[in-house]
T-cell receptor
């Protein structure tokens, strides 16, 4: 069963706009990770936030984590056409296994 | 990620055939994983191995088996392939601890 559930399932924005994606999960976690997948290719790790962290930045990415609400958000600022991809949140528990959500399809229109 | 390779990249086979998917890594990681991806379902863990002598079932291990031949090699076998095993299969590796995973390019398997 999926631990993380992303929202929305699909998002279409104009180049230059910000994209916000949300992830909710059900049980306690050690960390939450976001991955990107370009069509039909392998997943690429974007950012990891630990359960004792509330916000983290990496370049144009900003991720937040609210453990009381069991939710996380990924913000991509100033989006580019190259950001078009599927984005997955994945939760890690004490045994280090990752449980992935179903993914969000982001389309950035030039 | 070129450090994690998968062979073959595409495979079409028939129901009942035995299939092996291979994964090799040059990252020096002890931990390796096999996932399958189906449209709309995200990634689901099939098997994982935390070192050469450690093999564990994941969420959907029925119909699959694995072999960890060396630290760098982790193979997934379908003993008797069936059509609902048609999917995209990914191998991944990670270091010890709760850290990121590095994915291979995937194997697209079609079972007719």
């Amino acid at each position: 069963s999926q631990q993380g559930e992303e929202d929305p399932q699909a998002l279409s924005i104009q180049e230059g706009e910000n994209a916000t994606m949300n992830c909710s999960y059900k049980t306690s976690i050690n960390n939450l990770q976001w991955y990107r997948q370009n069509s039909g290719r392998g997943l690429v790790h974007l950012i990891l936030i630990r359960s004792n962290e509330r916000e983290k930045h990496s370049g144009r990415l900003r991720v937040t984590l609210d453990t009381s609400k069991k939710s996380s958000s990924l913000l991509i600022t100033a989006s580019r056409a190259a950001d078009t991809a599927s984005y997955f949140c994945a939760t890690a528990r004490a045994n280090s296994k990752l449980t992935f959500g179903k993914g969000i399809t982001l389309s950035v229109r030039p | 990620d070129a450090d994690v390779t998968q062979t073959p990249r595409n495979r079409i086979t028939k129901t009942g055939k035995r299939i092996m998917l291979e994964c090799s890594q040059t990252k020096g990681h002890d931990r390796m994983y096999w996932y399958r991806q189906d449209p709309g379902l995200g990634l689901r863990l099939i098997y994982y191995s935390f070192d050469v002598k450690d093999i564990n079932k994941g969420e959907i291990s029925d119909g699959y088996s694995v072999s960890r031949q060396a630290q760098a090699k982790f193979s997934l076998s379908l003993e008797s392939a069936i059509p609902n095993q048609t999917a995209l299969y990914f191998c991944a590796t990670s270091d010890w601890g709760e850290v990121e995973q590095f994915f291979g390019p995937g194997t697209r398997l079609t079972v007719l």
